[in-house]
Structure formats: C-alpha cells, structure tokens
C-alpha cells in the first residue's frame, strides 16, 4: 500500500477553504482524483448575496421610510421566502440541505445587527426557507424588493412580517410585561397539569388573575414550546367563569378548535389548551398542552411562577372559535367516591374510582387514571368525565378527531352522555395495539 503523505492533505484542505477565486464548477485540487473541497462562501455567493443585499435594503430603505410616519413602532419579523428561477433552482435545494434552518435564523439575525430590539424583532423569527403555504401568510404583510432591471433575477427575496406600534409591542416582544398591566385579584385555585418540552408533565397551581401563559420568564405560567408566544393567552376570573383571551401569533386552541384572535372564550372545567397547534401525542416541543382544572384548596407560596425550560423565538405556525363552554363547577377532593370504573387495558382488569371532577383519562402521566403505554391508541388526554347525576356522567371525547372513543360501534361525538352500565372503548381504530374497555358503575356493593 503507498504511503500517505498526510500533511500534505490537510494543507490542501486548508488552502481550499480560505481560497476565494473557486467556483462551483471548479476544483480545489485533484490529485488522486479526490473530491472536491469548495469554500462555502465561493459556493452560495449568489444565494448570500441576495439575502444580504434584501436584509440591507430593507434596513436602509423601507425601515427608514416607515419609521419617518411610524416612528414608534416596530417590525416583527415572521420569515424570510427565497425564490428561484429555473437556474437557480438547485443550489438553492442544496443551501437549504447543507444549512440547519437554525442556522440560518442566526446568519439573519447577525445582518440585522443593531437593529434588533430597537426597530425589529426577531422573536416570531421562523427562519429562511423556499417557500410557505397561502394560508400562513394570512397575518403577515410582504416586503418585496423593488427590481431596477427587466430581467427577472436569479434569486427573489421576500421579507415577510408586520408592524406593531409603541414601545410596549417592543419591550412584548422581547419578552418583557408591558408598562401598564392590569391589576390582579384573586379567585379559585386553579391547577394547571403543562405538558411541554421537558420530559412527564409538570402540575401548576395559581389563584391571582389575570394570569398569563406564554414563553417569556415574565408570564404568570411559563410554558416553553417553539410555537408559543411570549405573551401568548390570558386566563381571567370574573366571579363566576373562567375565560381565555387570546393574543397569539400562532393560535390558541381550545378541546380540540381554534380561538379567533383577539376573542375571548369561556372554558370549561377540565378544558384542554392547545399551543401553536392542535397536534396530538408527542410533539409536546413544539405544541404544548396545558389541562386546566378548578381546585377547592388553596394554591402554595410559589405557585404563580412556572420553571420550565427556556422557549426557543416563536416563529409562525401553519394554521374556529370555540362556544362558550358550561359553567365550572368544582368537587371537592376529599370526597366520597361519585363513580367506579370498571377497566380492560394492558394491565389487566382493575377498578378506577372517580372521587372528583373533572376526571381525566389518558396515557399523559398527569390523568387521573393513567392507561398503560402498551394501550398506544389512547391519546394522553383522551376522555374528561366532567360531571355524574343519578343516570350517568357528562363526558368529553378529546379523541374525537384522533383514536376515537365508541360505544359499540358507534362512534362518540365531543361531548357525550355516558350511561351508568355502559361500555366504552377507546382507541379502537388503533389496530397496532389493543384498546381499552371502561365501564361506568354507580357506587354501590355491585360495583
């Protein structure tokens, strides 16, 4: 076998890359016919140039202007679309395959420079790619770069976003509470159980509203999740009903449908939040799920603040407003057993009893009755028994659109009437793994 001469080799390399007079076609040397090794900065000249020459533009041009009328507001900025002409088609692909999208939001934030946090804002930044759906786009405006020549450029770049006005959008923004908060009274205890980035589900409880939920360290409720806004919902007490406001980039969702922007909607007991999307069983990174139930005991001396781990930025979520919900009503959790439920799942066949309501059902550690993992059709919050009257209880199908919950072979709607002897199964249409069997018994001896 011939001897290597391996400083030879990695001087070659090393020369390679701080040539800059290497072009795609060409190569930095080929002795032994070995590949080539082509300096990145040489190989997606054209691609940087563009995006360099948009960010520069839009910075000395359309932020200029805007801020001459505007000149106390702030651009958010959501993304940034490249576009190709046939040429240019595949070294765009090959850009987008050699550079993680989290290192183009880095590169993009570095040619920003000064100007993030004084005129723009970078965290609803979602990076810089080929192209997004229509529907996206819907809550953001479009900075297109105005083309001096006839012939259609080989790159075309589009800044996508939208302005906000005064100081507070910015100091929101960034993660700080605005100047003017409300001022906070207190009601029921309400426990929130957050299931977000970090590993099981953490259990929080509050008693001070308004409370805010959101990525920023400045929310009542600090949920971390790559779609969740700084300030993301507000949940309020009025005395009588818990409502959720909300005032999210990329939408809130309540048991399963979208809150409209701006609206407020009254939850019931038990409701399940969605965050950036109703997504279901383990994409709890990126779309959190916060269960929210009223409690009769008093919340601890450090309930307000949630240590959950840092929120990446939030950028915009591909994207129904829910009726008002039943009033809330709260058990205390001492009480007498209200229900037996009688179980087949993987475990075997034990016996369940429902001491309070609302009561979960789900594989998510934080249900009142836990379903095994080997039971995989059962989503982590699939079934709330909200409340139980002498026929039966009042039940919520979290996984209608999902697993499914049946009775027989009828399939459950949202919400159901479940009959004291009836048996139902969820996660039937799950044919990997067996279902569970639950059936509903009064309290009693034949229970």
Request: hydrophobic letters at 40%; proline letters at 7%.
């Amino acid at each position: 076998m011939p001897r290597v001469n391996s400083s030879g080799f990695w001087s070659r390399i090393g020369s390679a890359f701080e040539r800059t007079d290497i072009d795609a076609a060409g190569s930095a040397w080929d002795e032994h016919g070995e590949d080539a090794v082509r300096s990145t900065a040489t190989r997606y000249a054209r691609i940087r140039e563009a995006v360099e020459r948009r960010v520069q533009s839009f910075l000395r041009q359309d932020l200029v202007s805007h801020l001459e009328i505007g000149f106390n507001e702030i651009f958010l900025l959501h993304y940034i679309e490249i576009a190709a002409d046939g040429q240019g088609a595949a070294e765009l692909q090959q850009f987008l395959d050699e550079f993680p999208a989290d290192s183009r939001v880095h590169w993009v934030k570095k040619l920003l420079g000064p100007a993030v946090g004084q005129h723009v804002s970078v965290e609803q930044f979602l990076g810089l790619d080929r192209a997004f759906a229509p529907e996206v786009l819907a809550e953001t405006d479009p900075f297109e770069e105005k083309l001096n020549q006839a012939a259609w450029p080989l790159y075309r770049v589009i800044l996508h976003g939208r302005w906000e006005s005064g100081p507070a959008a910015a100091l929101q923004a960034a993660g700080a509470p605005a100047a003017a908060e409300p001022p906070k009274h207190s009601g029921p205890t309400l426990r929130l159980s957050v299931q977000d980035a970090r590993a099981g589900a953490q259990v929080v409880e509050i008693a001070q509203f308004p409370a805010v939920l959101g990525s920023s360290a400045h929310a009542d409720v600090e949920i971390s999740g790559y779609y969740v806004s700084a300030r993301h919902c507000t949940l309020h007490w009025d005395g009588e009903q818990l409502w959720l406001l909300d005032h999210s980039t990329n939408g809130t969702w309540v048991d399963g449908e979208r809150v409209r922007r701006g609206s407020r909607v009254a939850l019931a007991n038990g409701a399940l939040l969605g965050f950036g999307r109703d997504r279901g069983l383990e994409e709890h990174d990126r779309y959190p799920a916060v269960r929210a139930q009223l409690m009769r005991h008093s919340a601890g001396p450090a309930a307000s603040a949630t240590p959950v781990a840092p929120s990446r930025s939030t950028p915009v979520a591909p994207g129904i407003a829910s009726p008002p919900s039943p009033a809330l009503s709260v058990c205390p959790p001492d009480a007498a057993p209200l229900a037996v439920l009688a179980i087949v799942d993987a475990s075997g066949s034990p016996k369940q009893d429902v001491l309070k309501l609302p009561f979960t059902i789900g594989r998510g550690s934080a249900q009142d009755y836990v379903v095994p993992d080997a039971n995989q059709g059962v989503s982590r919050e699939h079934l709330v028994i909200e409340s139980i009257d002498p026929a039966g209880a009042v039940a919520v199908n979290c996984a209608v659109e999902r697993n499914g919950t049946f009775a027989g072979s009828r399939p459950l709607p949202g919400r159901f009437v479940w009959r004291f002897g009836e048996e139902i199964v969820l996660g039937e249409k799950w044919t990997s793994a067996p279902a569970v069997r639950i059936a509903l018994r009064p309290v009693g001896p034949g229970a």
